[in-house]
């Protein structure tokens, strides 16, 4: 579905990455390595984001060391045990020399004028489209509300990301959160609640669930009439 919206499966892998991380930097090869993607392909769809606006990029010279051995002092020690050593200064000065990489960092563009529509898109569409989520959900339980909020629709200050209340098995919901947090590269704040304690907290107005439901929200069960 994303990748017919945006052009290309490896498109969406990089713009998802990016926009659940505004704030970390990412350069090709790394990406490359860690979406499972080719070089050229990466470095092409990088270029499109950064010219289209999603992205900005900066060049940074990192200094990587050689060895960690001193050669003099090995050399120092073997004389000491009868060993004579010759000390070849080029070699010595070739090993312990520092080395400089340029790389061209990538991060989101968080100014860009659809960076929070874009993000919300890819979020929804994301959760949405997770359809295996919904269905492992059932096949544990009896969901009658299934709420996404906070990280799904871009509200961190909500108390949780993730309602759910119905009869379902606990330790099995917990085995597919995390299966989630490790898709989403991040931790979910969920809570689990039987319909009964559901009413009860909703008949005497509870503050943490008038939070999530009069707060922004995805509802994609819904069996209670929330």
Known sequence: MLGKLFGSRARVKILKLFLLHPDKKYYIRQLARDLKLQVNSVRRELENLEEFGLLVSNISAEEEGGGEEDPDSKALEELKQGIVVRIKKKEAAKESASTTQVKKYYQANQNFILFEETKALI????????????????????????????????????????????????????????????????????????????????????????????????????????
């Open 123 to 226: 979020i929804k569409a994301q959760a949405l489209h997770e359809k295996d989520f919904i269905n492992k959900l059932k096949k544990i339980g009896q969901p009658k509300l299934f709420v996404l909020s906070g990280f799904f629709v871009g509200n961190p200050s909500s108390s949780v990301d993730i309602l759910v209340v119905g009869r379902v098995n606990k330790n099995k919901l917990d085995k597919l959160i995390k299966d989630l947090e490790k898709e989403l590269d991040r931790e979910l704040k969920y809570t689990l609640m039987e319909t009964q304690e559901f009413k009860y907290r909703r008949d005497i107005t509870d503050t943490f669930l008038y939070g999530v439901l009069e707060g922004r929200k995805v509802v994609v069960i819904d069996k209670l009439g929330v």
